[in-house]
T-cell receptor
Framework: GDSVTQMEGPVTLSEEAFLTINCTYTATGYPSLFWYVQYPGEGLQLLLKATKADDKGSNKGFEATYRKETTSFHLEKGSVQVSDSAVYFCALRDNYGQNFVFGPGTRLSVLP | GAVVSQHPSWVICKSGTSVKIECRSLDFQATTMFWYRQFPKQSLMLMATSNEGSKATYEQGVEKDKFLINHASLTLSTLTVTSAHPEDSSFYIC????????FGSGTRLTVV
């Protein structure tokens, strides 16, 4: 079945550092790929998405590119802020709009 | 964009009682709603898929008699945790199918 693998956390960075959270996936067909963010005590918020190969999703300084050849969707941000501290989930969904398959999540802590 | 309203956001109940969680699609019709469960510091796992007007489909290992799902209308799906026990304490969250990317805000259930 479909699956998503993310780099293990927690990740601790200083403010203004560069962030990369790796995500790779296994899926049949051509899924849509997502990054969701979960702030402490809250639900999931869609951060960005990409629906086809070579698409780049971006939002709030974060970006990720759908790489079909490497089955990856790595999340990057050039300069993190303390307010970016949260858990980040990589996820996929098949093109029939069915349920999401989530990675294990990566906890990010940004120190001032 | 599409909004899924989930209530309550948190609930504490005694062992043996039942708790109902509601998810409403506010500005669209959701023929399918997915229910996920998230244990502390873990990822989200699909529990079941509810379809308007028909029986829910449960993932392997999820007790259908314990987690009752009702999807009586195109805008409302409910999850009832029956005879709750402390091990049912978790974060429950719903998302609408049909290509929507929106999740409810989640319900944190604590069974004491």
């Amino acid at each position: 079945g479909d699956s998503v693998t993310q780099m293990e956390g927690p990740v601790t960075l200083s403010e203004e550092a560069f962030l990369t959270i790796n995500c790779t996936y296994t899926a049949t067909g051509y899924p849509s790929l997502f990054w969701y963010v979960q702030y402490p005590g809250e639900g999931l918020q869609l951060l960005l998405k990409a629906t086809k190969a070579d698409d780049k999703g971006s939002n709030k300084g974060f970006e990720a590119t759908y790489r079909k050849e490497t089955t990856s969707f790595h999340l990057e941000k050039g300069s993190v802020q303390v307010s970016d501290s949260a858990v980040y989930f990589c996820a996929l969904r098949d093109n029939y709009g069915q349920n999401f398959v989530f990675g294990p999540g990566t906890r990010l802590s940004v120190l001032p | 964009g599409a909004v899924v309203s989930q209530h309550p956001s948190w609930v504490i109940c005694k062992s043996g009682t039942s708790v109902k969680i509601e998810c409403r699609s506010l500005d669209f019709q959701a023929t399918t709603m997915f229910w996920y469960r998230q244990f502390p510091k873990q990822s989200l796992m699909l529990m079941a898929t509810s379809n308007e007007g028909s029986k829910a489909t449960y993932e392997q290992g999820v007790e259908k008699d314990k987690f009752l799902i009702n999807h009586a209308s195109l805008t409302l799906s409910t999850l009832t945790v029956t005879s709750a026990h402390p091990e049912d304490s978790s974060f429950y969250i719903c998302s609408a199918g049909g290509g929507q990317n929106t999740f409810g805000s989640g319900t944190r259930l604590t069974v004491v």
